[in-house]
């Protein structure tokens, strides 16, 4: 099967069936002529997935599509942008109908689910790698961004962390203990199809100071927002949200680790100034967002752990080199 017959076959019947009209000119051109809603600014980002690094070389394709979409959305999410339309360049070391087939309804569905759209992109012939470029927009001046947090602000992430960690070594088979049927598929589903906090973000804006989605990992991505806004922070270790899942699979030391720098959890870290706290609370209260406290922004640099005021000795995350 030619380039262009897979691109036909696979992916342009569904997105032309699916076509907003946002969408001027989408896929089979040279390319994609797009219209941004009016008064919005255009937020893009785009990720690269490689077979062996970000994920296992025997992976299922339908959950590899899945995961390569649901990251990139989290980027979208993490600046409060509504997600709109995506390109897909895909390396594949052969054109396999079945695998195609999978990783076509995967895309697609999480494309539906979230509601954005393919527009365009490239295949070629090589070491399998899934680039995904996601483009949304954001009511002007209200986007989330890192560098807005100030001294005194509290630092909170959304729902549980170290999950997708322990996602992967449910797959690698390297837990030390057998956390259960129940527990594992929980937590290879937090690694497989993390879930973009679109929702939660709506409810941050005009409330968080910075926000970014944690990728690499709590320690080295909250240093992201002390570097972008001129901080320091402290990580209150005991305060750490981990699920029941999390804490079955592993000791409590590991778990905590996992939560500090395992990385691909694709929550949400956000500060919030102390005089809107209030505020958030009742969004807590209310169920509209589930967040928990874990530290607090300071004068100085880099983010210092500590477990009951006493320094606490971890890792720093994920780093690509």
Known sequence: MGEFELI???????????????????????????????GEALAVTVDT??????????????????????????????MGAKPLWFTLALTLPEASDEWLRDFSRGLFAAAEEFGCTLVGGDTTRGPLSITIQLMGSVPAGQALRRDGASAGDYVLVTHTLGDSAAGLAVLLHRLTKDPGEDASAFLSGRYWRPTPRLEAAKQLTGIASAALDISDGLVADLGH????????AELFVEDLPLSPALQAATDHAQARE????????????????????DELGMLIASGALQASVVGRMRAGT?????????PFATQQGYTHF
């Open 8 to 38: 036909r076959h696979y992916f342009r019947q569904h997105s032309v069936e699916s076509t907003p009209e946002s969408v001027l000119l989408g896929v089979g051109d040279d390319a994609a002529l797009l219209q941004p809603p009016a």
């Open 49 to 78: 997935l490689v077979a062996g690094s970000h994920f296992p070389e025997d992976a299922p394709a339908e959950e590899i599509a899945q995961r390569a979409l649901r990251v990139n959305l989290s980027d979208l999410a993490a």
């Open 225 to 232: 927002i002390c570097e972008a806004s001129d901080l320091g």
């Open 258 to 277: 996992w939560a500090l720098c395992g990385g691909d959890d694709y929550e949400l870290c956000f500060t919030v100034p102390e005089n809107r706290m």
């Open 302 to 310: 880099g983010v210092d752990c500590r477990l009951h005021g006493e």
